[in-house]
Structures are given as structure tokens and as C-alpha cells.
């Protein structure tokens, strides 16, 4: 466009146009539209993953503190860079202390959300409190709450792995990225178990036989499911077996003669499919108490199977967990790391750590990017 001159002095127009202001509004545009990771905790073992995705990127991990006040316990967050205008992904590995982890990623959200980060973004691998997605008896439903809360200190969306049950993705009321670890599992097996083609993929109980079809049918191996139980668990403890009670106890309307409710019983444990001369590959979400796997395990090798696995996303690996493996009959344990288990690797050398930091990087690019996350779905069975 001509510059218009008047009296030998440019005009306003060509001021604005000039390369020194037009340069400095597109260094600008540029910042707002950066992207810091961050992570919500300052321990060593919580920041490992959260430094294994900022390589990935090819990004430093933004500046920031995290601590708990000596005296009085209350959770600090102290950012020490702007953040003004930019997508920010927050990083919150769940160690073993949960409360103090939604705590600092609750109050990290909201220190971002006062100090106008464009968007926000929680990088939750293991998303806390996702057992209690259901109502039992007088309880609550405590991940409906949580969800709430990460919405109201900020949160505008939530990258997670393997919810507890996909269910829980309606409780918010901004994008949830549910991603898979299953391929990352099925490609261990693939490489490391070796004779892989003689396994047969286990679930502990009906409830995962979906999950461990998914795996059977992409391996092209056979299926075997667990039915029954060895011993009464806490989880079935709650969930109403002894609910109302076999007395019929009535305080209300004395003409109200209601139909009289048997208690639930499981059945004594026992497999459904042929395991022996197998290999046996149990798959699950979490593994966290292990008394189960290790009843199976048993259970297992009673019906023939001469090697055992137990491959989980999220290894919480609890209690006794290390020990009770190294006991029991289960050869080997497989995790992801969404969740630091660094010490029981220790106490037992049977966990194996499978890293996920790939995917969750990309997913960080692809959200900031706005490009499309069905790439990283694909091939997933809703099963899994």
C-alpha cells in the first residue's frame, strides 16, 4: 500500500504499519500463544514423569514451588514465571499421600486461574478417588465432588489414563481425554514375554472379562475368567450383600409386607477356560491391594498354568503389596508409571515399569495445537 504523505511527514497509517510496531504485535501474538508445563508437586520421585514428557516436547518444566508449611500443613504454590495468556498443562502424579496431591493441584489451578493463563489443563495419569464413582449405602459419590472442585479452581479441561470406569467422564463439565495404556501393555507382551503365543489373557473376575477380551482378541490368544471368590474383600463388604438385614424388623407401616431380599453369595472360586500348560496373563486397571491377584495366581497354578503375569496401568501397589508379590506365585508384575512406585520396585524386583510419557506428550502437542486426539485412539476397542 502507497504511504500517503502530508507536509513531508508520514502518515498515522504508516506509522502503524511500520516494521518496528508490527513486529513487536506479532512477538506478542506469539506469547499468548505459548503453552508451560507444569508440575503440581516438587518431590523428586512425582516430578520424574513430569520431566520425562517436558523432554519429549522439547520444553523446560516451567518454574515453580510446591511445599507444605512446616507448622501448620497448609499446601503453598509459588509460580515463578508469567503465564498470562497461554495454555498451561499441569502435571499431578498421585503418590501415596492423595489428599496433599488434590490439594496442590487444586490450589496450582487456581493460582494459574488469578494470574490469567488462557487455558488449563490437568495432566492427571491416575485420577484420585476414582473407585468411589458409585453410591454405596450412605456414602457419597466423592468423584462427582472432586470433579467439581477442579472445575471450580480453574481446571478448563483434564488429560487422564484408564478411568475406573469411563462413566466418571460425565461428572465434568469440560473435555476429558480418557487415553488407553493398553497398547503400551500389549507391545510388552509382545517383546518381553517370551512364547507369548502360548498364553491365555486372564480377568480376576467378570467385571474385567471385557477388558481381557479386548486384550484376547488384538493378541489373538485364548481367554480364561475367574468366577467366585477365595475370601470376603473389603469392596464386596460394601456393596449391600448384608443390606437390609435378614430379620425382618419392621418400624414403619405394620400393613407393609414387603417381599423378604436374600443376601448376595459368590459362588467358591474357580476358572472358566482351559490355562494349563499356559502361560497366564492377568489384566487389569489398577492394582492396588493385592490379595486378589495373588488368590488367582494360585487359583492359577493349581489349574495348570506354569508362568503368571499381572499387567495393570495404574500399580498403587499399597500395604504389602511388594512383599505379598515376592511371596506369592505371580513371576512378574507389569505397571505403567502414572503412578511413582519406585520404592516397591525396590522391596521387589518382580514389578516392571512401562513408560507412557510418549503419549501423554503428544496429547499436550495435539491439545495446544487444536489439532484432532483420534489419532491416539486409534485401534482402541471401547472395552479397553
Do not use: W
Request: glycine content about 6%; some cysteine; overall charge neutral.
Amino acid at each position: 500500500m502507497p504511504v500517503r504523505r502530508f507536509g513531508g511527514h508520514r502518515s498515522l497509517v504508516s506509522q502503524y504499519q511500520s516494521p518496528k510496531l508490527s513486529y513487536g504485535y506479532t512477538k506478542m501474538n506469539i506469547a499468548r500463544g505459548g503453552y508451560r508445563v507444569f508440575s503440581a508437586n516438587s518431590s523428586t520421585a512425582c516430578t520424574e514423569l513430569a520431566q520425562k514428557i517436558t523432554e519429549r516436547l522439547g520444553v523446560e518444566l516451567g518454574k515453580s514451588v510446591v511445599y507444605q508449611e512446616s507448622d501448620s500443613g497448609e499446601t503453598r504454590v509459588d509460580v515463578k514465571e508469567s503465564v498470562r495468556g497461554q495454555d498451561i498443562f499441569i502435571i499431578q502424579t498421585i503418590p501415596r499421600d492423595v489428599n496433599t496431591a488434590v490439594m496442590e493441584l487444586l490450589v496450582m489451578a487456581y493460582a494459574l486461574k488469578t494470574s490469567c493463563a488462557k487455558n488449563i489443563i490437568g495432566v492427571i495419569p491416575y485420577f484420585p478417588y476414582s473407585k468411589q464413582c458409585k453410591m454405596r449405602k450412605r456414602g457419597s459419590i466423592v468423584c462427582k465432588l472432586l470433579a467439581s472442585m477442579l472445575a471450580k479452581a480453574g481446571l478448563t479441561h483434564i488429560i487422564t489414563m484408564d478411568l475406573h470406569q469411563k462413566e466418571i467422564q460425565g461428572f465434568f463439565n469440560f473435555p476429558v481425554d480418557n487415553l488407553r495404556a493398553s497398547p503400551f501393555l500389549i507391545q510388552y507382551i509382545q517383546e518381553e514375554i517370551p512364547n507369548y503365543r502360548n498364553a491365555v489373557i486372564v480377568a480376576k473376575s467378570p467385571s474385567a472379562a471385557k477388558r481381557a477380551q479386548s486384550y484376547a482378541e488384538r493378541l489373538r490368544l485364548g481367554l480364561a475368567v475367574i468366577h467366585g471368590e477365595a475370601h470376603h474383600s473389603e469392596s464386596d463388604m460394601a456393596d449391600g450383600r448384608h443390606s437390609p438385614p435378614l430379620s425382618r424388623a419392621i418400624t414403619g407401616h405394620t400393613g407393609l409386607e414387603l417381599p423378604l431380599m436374600m443376601a448376595k453369595e459368590k459362588p467358591p472360586i474357580s476358572v472358566v477356560g482351559d490355562v494349563g500348560g499356559r502361560i497366564a496373563i492377568i489384566v487389569d486397571d489398577i492394582i492396588d491391594d493385592v490379595e486378589d491377584f495373588v488368590a488367582a495366581a494360585e487359583i492359577l497354578k493349581e489349574r495348570g498354568a506354569y508362568k503368571i503375569y499381572v499387567m495393570a496401568t495404574h500399580g498403587l501397589l499399597s500395604a504389602e503389596a511388594p512383599r505379598l508379590i515376592e511371596e506369592s506365585a505371580i513371576d512378574e508384575v507389569v505397571v505403567t508409571n502414572t503412578v511413582p512406585h519406585e520404592v516397591q520396585k525396590l522391596q521387589c524386583p518382580k514389578i516392571k515399569t512401562v513408560d507412557v510419557s510418549m503419549i501423554l506428550a503428544e496429547a499436550i502437542r495435539r491439545i495446544h495445537n487444536g489439532e484432532s486426539m483420534a489419532y491416539l485412539f486409534r485401534n482402541i476397542a471401547m472395552d479397553d
